[in-house]
């Protein structure tokens, strides 16, 4: 399996708007809460907290109005970001060997529930809404558009591991000779389908999310977006290897030992043609659910015991659904850079307890380590879809 440059990230989530507001607040010990207090999402008004972005977005007036939705409006945030990168790549190229590939969960959910509420509310559908932009692939149709990408462009949606399977499936796209650059990621937004469907499923967290806490009793649901430019061409940090399992359990339950989730880090490592210890910090799923932290306890303590530091990174910026894997592997990536002078591994923030009856793990409490060159992100969805990336550097 070869390696893939991952050239630059653009990301906005509840942690900032740009990669050095999100590495910052990710690696500062601090007390400050990156969640927000919303009352408008669930049907019965009652409260939770979520991963929200806040600032400014770019305008959406100068688009087509079958892309006007606040996630392409995200996923336009976090394409400025590596517009002149993607520019620097491209000079010579040709567009049909430009490709797009996004993960997504809910895509432009959010107009339609807007556009359903204005047909309650008046009898007639909003003379601007169109069908399209709730589609799953309308965020990676917008993306091409603004990068003339004429190659494969394609959006894929396997609940909370579609967008880090949308860079394997760049690489893959890469290593089959289809196209010479893939513009990789995920995007989701709030709406208020996900968040009552997880409130019906129990799974809402009370408060906070407390990953691997004894106090943990379900998910903040989080909106953001984290694209990449991938191509074949060298550079400082890759993707260097993916494993990826399907254990099919149960539609919403993970499988209870882990199975699924040691065999993607497994195939992972062996994938790189490394050992587990080789690695210096996995970003684990750790949703604060009761059962996938207990699964996922189990299935680190069987994969590396205690010998890399591990830890999730929810309750900074909530459960982004189908843009997690892509925003955590983009965590992952600034965690590498050159920017992260201090190599500054991000605490494992929950309550302050772990669960004593998990499986023991090296849980990080925020620490700067010797060496930062190889680290593993963790994505695990529903129906046991599983994945796990392996990046690394090449300047260390």
């Known amino acids: 399996m070869l390696a893939a440059s991952l050239h630059d990230l653009g990301i906005i989530c509840s942690l900032g708007t740009d990669k050095n507001s999100v590495l910052k607040n990710l690696t500062t010990q601090t007390d400050e809460e990156f969640l927000s207090f919303n009352t408008r999402l669930l049907v019965n008004g009652e409260p939770l907290y979520v991963g929200q972005v806040n600032g400014e977005l770019p305008s959406m ?6 892309f006007n939705s606040r996630n392409n409006q995200l ?9 002149p990168t993607i520019e620097r790549l491209k000079a010579q190229k040709n567009s049909a060997r430009i490709g797009v590939v996004i993960g997504t969960s809910t895509s432009g959910i959010l107009e339609g529930e807007q556009a359903r509420a204005s047909l309650l509310a008046t009898g007639d559908m909003p003379q601007a809404f169109h069908y399209s932009s709730q589609e799953m692939i309308a965020p990676a149709q917008f993306i091409a558009s603004k990068v003339d990408a004429q190659g494969p462009v394609y959006s894929i949606s396997t609940a909370c591991s579609s967008s880090a399977k949308a860079l394997h499936s760049a690489k893959m796209i890469l290593e089959s000779d289809l196209a010479d650059i893939v513009i990789c990621g995920g995007v989701d937004t709030l709406s208020q389908l996900p968040s009552n469907g ?29 694209l990449f430019v991938m191509s074949q061409t060298k550079d400082d940090i890759k993707l260097l290897s993916v494993g990826e399992s399907s254990d099919a359990y149960h539609v919403s339950a993970p499988e209870p030992e882990g199975v699924g989730a040691l065999s993607s880090m497994k195939q992972a490592v062996e994938n790189a043609n490394i050992s587990a210890e080789q690695l210096n910090y996995l970003n684990l799923h750790g949703t604060g659910t009761p059962k996938n932290d207990d699964m996922e306890a189990k299935a680190v303590s069987a994969f590396c015991q205690h010998e890399v530091l591990a830890g999730s990174t929810k309750r900074f910026t909530g459960h982004t659904l189908g843009a997690a894997g892509a925003i955590e592997a983009g965590l992952t990536w600034l965690l590498l850079s050159k920017e992260n002078t201090k190599r500054l591994i991000p605490e494992n923030k929950n309550n302050g307890n772990i669960d004593p009856t998990l499986n023991s793990f090296n849980v990080s409490s925020g620490e700067s380590v010797d060496s930062l060159s190889m680290c593993l992100s963790n994505s695990f969805a529903f129906g046991g879809s599983n994945i796990s990336l392996i990046l690394g550097t090449s300047f260390e």
Not at 76 to 81: P, T, V
Not at 200 to 210: P, R
């Open 61 to 66: 007036d100068n688009e087509e109005s079958h």
């Open 75 to 83: 996923a336009l945030a976090a394409l400025i970001q590596i517009m």
């Open 198 to 226: 997880f409130k019906s499923l129990e799974s809402t967290a009370k408060s906070y999310c407390n990953p691997f806490g004894s106090e943990r009793d379900g998910i903040n649901i989080g909106e953001g977006a984290a």
